[in-house]
């Protein structure tokens, strides 16, 4: 079982100060902690998962500059074996058909069973690269996996969330992607000992000429979508901030609940 | 795990061990708990499968009160071969979840809390304080802890003690948004690499602002630092130390109490460093304070269950919480206010004030903050 995993660093933005940089495009990311994404640490455990139970190997392939290597690093001391890095300045401002190309083209050449992806990243949130992926690949896909079931005879069985609470069990053949639902399993935690205990180990970068592409299939040219604007939502009518103490603001609540008419 | 089995054996003298179960006698959570520290050290030493004994729910209800292992008449660790055998389970990966997010928080941000690391210092923001990586200067830091940065309830506690402070005229800086965890839960959770890095951390800002003495708010900071960082000449106080020495001459807290209040002992604080009399005089210095001591106190003082990274994990038994054995005990005694010296006591006992419904009767309050009361 030849298991790929795509994951991306991504800033933690979940209680931070979020301030919109000077392009109007972004957020400063100066002062923001990085991480794996949620749902690619999923799809990760997964694959080693895959790995324990049917044997073969699991490579891990981010695109990104030095710093994925951290990201990487803490996938190969989860239990992953090769690491691939995918770089070049002309990347920068791809969207997420863009990136789907640079990733096949770095999985081409490679033999795989599986591609695991995370249903979608926490900054960009377009959950395209995995269905985009298997479309350029020409494989099967199943988006916001929550199970796999087993795999057997050259197919994958998969059961797929579906809004209220439905599920959906698929049979694919495979090669095929998957891309993988936060919750599917509990991934494992990485100790400083276990990223000491890989810091040596290769990872090997590509760039765009590696890759066979030209300036024009990555970063803005090589994209179907453009940002034009990024803002903070506008503020709402109805929300009331309370300030006091925690014994305060209770009693506000409480009060405020009261004469809406609840607790009655 | 042959190898790693060894090393425990070695490690922690398994075979020294005679059964006695003086360790188990004490250990506060055995009652309650599937843990039994003494059956552990045999078991090491004759079960074959390690893998499966790092995988039990029941390594992590202990506390690290550390009982066991001062109890033990050969001299032997057990508590430390119960951290060990964590640290293994920490190298596997598979460990509870809300240990892992507690770890995680500690390598991202500095703090279990997961709390972001610019607003560590936010507590303080109109008390003016000193801070040495914005240039202050003082004969010591105040290592603030990150509970005591974070927690809503425990941030009172901090204010008083620089209330506290103040009023003895005790010159102190911090280390602002610079301070990281001391670790202290961390090391005990048994995330040795982590811990390394975070003492690191600490010990570069102690170099860098040439810091020749500490006091914490935090027994648990002020053990870790004081023995396990391996500062020879750095001087590390708990604050019950240095306000217990301050008030002796002439105690600037001259207000009235007329209360009776009890002390529950942390076991950082206590038991673990010997400091035992500096928060009763402090207590009885009070003009007022009817001061009754707990029937197990001291030596023999009663876990409340906050230690070890029992913050971040229930415990696998479903016996009674021993805070709220200690809170009942406080109240069957008479007493008004229970007052405690550490931020996990604080937040463990007002916890099982409240379950055990003794609001009414009952007020939990940090040292610090009933002499600010008397100010
Ligand atoms: S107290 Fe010491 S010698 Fe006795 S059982 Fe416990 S570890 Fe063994
Ligand atoms: S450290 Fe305390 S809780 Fe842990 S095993 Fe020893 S006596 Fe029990």
Redesign the interface.
């Known amino acids: 079982m030849e298991v790929i995993v795509c994951i991306k660093r991504v800033p933690?933005t979940a209680?931070?100060?979020i301030i919109i940089d000077k392009t109007g495009r972004g957020i400063e990311k100066r002062?923001l902690?990085f991480?794996i994404n949620e749902w690619d640490n999923y799809a990760v455990e997964e694959a080693i998962l895959l790995k324990e139970e049917y044997g073969g190997s699991v490579t891990v392939i981010s695109m990104g500059p030095e710093e994925a290597n951290e990201t990487l690093r803490r996938a190969l001391a989860?239990g992953a074996d090769q690491a691939i890095r995918l770089t070049d300045p002309v990347f920068e401002g791809s969207d997420g058909y863009a990136i789907a190309r640079i990733l096949s083209q770095a999985i081409k050449p490679l033999s795989y069973d599986l591609i695991l992806t995370g249903v979608q990243t926490e900054d960009d949130g377009y959950g395209q690269v995995g269905p985009t992926l298997a479309e350029i690949l020409e494989i099967p896909h199943a988006a916001v996996v929550n199970r796999i079931d087993g795999i057997e005879g050259g197919r994958v069985k998969v059961h797929r969330e579906l809004e209220g609470g439905l599920e959906e069990v698929l049979d694919l053949n495979i090669p095929a992607v998957l891309t993988i639902q936060s919750g599917i399993n509990?991934?494992?935690?990485?100790?400083?000992?276990?990223i000491?205990k890989v810091a040596k180990k290769e990872i090997k970068v590509l760039g765009l000429s590696e890759l066979g592409m030209k300036p024009e299939d990555a970063g803005q040219p090589g994209s179907l979508s453009v940002v034009e604007r990024v803002f903070f939502p506008p503020v709402g009518e109805g929300a009331q901030m309370l300030e006091g103490t925690?014994d305060e603001i209770s009693d506000k609540v409480v009060t405020i609940l009261k004469e809406k008419g609840g607790g009655a | 795990m042959e190898a790693q089995k060894n090393e425990l054996l070695q490690k922690f003298e398994l075979y020294g061990c005679f059964q006695c179960g003086k360790c188990t006698g004490g250990c506060p959570v055995s009652l309650k708990s599937k843990l039994n520290i003494r059956k552990l050290m045999i078991e090491v030493l004759l079960r074959e499968n390690l893998g499966n004994m790092i995988q039990r729910d029941e390594l992590w209800d202990c506390t690290t009160c550390k009982t066991c292992t001062l109890r033990c008449p050969r001299g032997l660790e057990p508590m430390d071969l119960l951290i060990g055998m964590r640290a293994l389970s920490?190298?596997?990966?598979?460990?509870p979840?809300t240990?892992?997010e507690a770890?995680?928080g500690a390598?991202?941000?500095g703090n279990p809390w997961?709390?972001?690391?610019?607003k560590r210092s936010d507590w303080a923001n109109e008390l003016e304080l000193k801070v040495f990586p914005q240039g202050g200067k003082a004969a010591n830091l105040y290592f603030v802890c990150c509970t005591a940065a974070y927690d809503?309830?425990v941030q009172n506690v901090g204010r008083s003690l620089v209330q506290c402070f103040r009023q003895i005229g005790y010159d102190f800086a911090t280390l602002g948004n610079d301070e990281t965890c001391c670790g202290s839960e961390i090391r005990r959770m048994g995330?040795?690499?982590?811990f390394?890095?975070l003492m690191e951390g600490n010990i570069e800002s102690i170099n860098k602002y040439d810091i020749r003495s500490i006091v914490t708010t935090s027994p648990h900071c002020y053990n870790t630092i004081k023995n396990d960082y391996g500062q020879d000449g750095l001087q590390v106080s708990h604050y019950t130390q240095v306000l217990a020495e301050a008030i002796k001459d002439k105690n600037p807290f001259s207000g009235e109490m007329r209360k009776a209040i009890t002390y529950h002992d942390p076991c950082f604080l206590g038991k673990q460093n010997g400091i035992f009399d500096e928060p009763r005089q402090i207590l009885q210095s009070i003009p007022g304070v009817t001061f009754i001591d707990f029937d197990r106190s001291r030596e023999k003082s009663l876990c409340c269950e906050g230690g070890g990274g029992r913050m971040w994990v229930e415990s696998s038994d479903q016996g009674p919480r021993l805070a709220e054995i200690r809170v009942q005990d406080a109240v069957d005694m008479g007493a008004e206010i229970l007052a405690t010296a550490c931020p996990f006591c604080l937040l463990t006992l007002e916890d099982a004030v409240k379950t055990t419904g003794n609001e009414e009767k009952l007020r939990v309050m940090d040292i610090s903050e009933i002499l600010v009361e008397v100010l």
């Not at chain 1, 509990?186 to 276990?194: A, D, H, K």
């Not at chain 2, 997961?114 to 610019?118: C, D, I, L, R």
């Not at chain 2, 995330?191 to 982590?194: A, K, N, T, Y």
């Open positions: 933690e209680g931070a100060d002062g902690v991480d989860m509990e991934p494992r935690y990485v100790s400083i000992m276990g000491r925690m | 920490v190298e596997e990966g598979h460990i979840k240990i892992i770890l995680e390598y991202k941000y997961n709390a972001a690391k610019n809503t309830r995330e040795e690499g982590l390394e890095m």
